[in-house]
């Protein structure tokens, strides 16, 4: 039980310091901790101690309990803490790191700066609550309104913004390794 628990520790600090997207390097500096004793966390090749891991929760800004997989209560609600990452507000909905990851976020107005594209690996799906949603994807550049959606590989260059004239609320579907988002547009025929 207790081994179980701790070889889950290294996904959960690996999908929290990308989720950040800090590096291995820059978490060290934050924490104090050298950067081979964090990849090996990560990889759980180290063993977790208290001593460890309490500077990264601080930093990562979660209760411990989260890092160490606190056991299932049978409360389905989600009790992530939000979280601000260059000012847009990050709301986690589910607690699957390293898996897929589904988040509701709040881009406030911005004013008008060079686009900055990132590639990572991965697959994106958004779906815009309210507001509207810029979204330069490689050559295309498109803003999005309530009710629309866009899907893309997060390989190709793209970046999100909010064009105003208020803040942007959206829902998001990562997958970190690619997973794609199963869409059925209408229920299977059922045969007689």
Known sequence: MVDDVLAGVGPRLRALRKQRDVTLAALAEQTGISVSTLSRLESGQRRPTLELL????????????????????????????????????????NRQPGGLRAYKIVMPVEPPRP?????????????VLAGRLRLVLGEHDFVLGEGEVAEFDTRTPHVLSNPGPRPVELLTLYGPQGERMHVRARPRSSSP
Do not use: M, N
């Not at 990562?60 to 409360?75: C, I, K, R």
């Open 115 to 127: 686009l900055e594209p990132k590639v990572h690996e991965g697959y994106e799906w958004i779906y």
């Open 54 to 93: 309490l500077p990264l929760a601080r930093v990562h800004q979660v209760p411990l309990d989260e890092l160490v997989g606190a056991p299932e209560t049978g409360d389905p609600r989600v009790h992530a803490k939000p979280f601000v990452h260059g000012g847009t507000t990050y709301l986690p909905l």
